[in-house]
């Protein structure tokens, strides 16, 4: 089993910064972690996943190079650092943890654990 908690969430002004965090427990190897988002009235869409090994990979269209995926040492925490803020980022937040080889890293199939979320709000 693997439990996610993120946190960090909260209301910013456009062109803010915002550090998402992702606690992570649980012992199953984890194949892939990766962050998506919800914004209202809108289905859940990728934002980064993170291999195993380190591979990054973004959606090119939205985030790379404002957004940073990261995971500290130990590997208990995964952060989801967001750098100039727009608010069309404006999204429930969730981090997903994937423990098996199939599937595409941007899609919601492959991530079988979940977060509960956490609320980014950015104002004009």
């Known amino acids: 089993q693997v439990q996610l908690v993120e946190s960090g969430g909260g209301l910013v002004q456009a062109g803010a910064s915002l550090r ?13 972690m990766a962050w998506f988002r ?3 009235g809108k289905e859940r869409e990728f934002v980064v996943a993170r291999t195993w090994n380190g591979v ?7 985030v790379e190079g404002r957004f940073t995926i990261s995971v ?12 100039s803020l727009t608010p ?15 599937g ?7 991530y079988t654990y979940w977060g509960q979320g956490t609320q980014v709000t950015v104002s004009s």
């Not at 998402?20 to 892939?32: E, H, I, M, N, Q």
Request: glycine share 4%.
């Open 20 to 32: 998402l965090s992702c606690a992570v427990s649980g012992r199953t190897f984890k194949t892939a």
């Open 38 to 40: 919800q914004a209202p």
């Open 56 to 62: 990054k990979i973004y959606d090119e269209d939205s």
């Open 72 to 83: 500290d040492n130990a590997g208990n925490t995964m952060y989801l650092r967001m750098n």
């Open 88 to 102: 069309e980022d404006t999204a429930v937040y969730y981090c997903a943890a994937s423990t098996t080889n199939s």
């Open 104 to 110: 595409n890293y941007n899609s919601q199939e492959r």
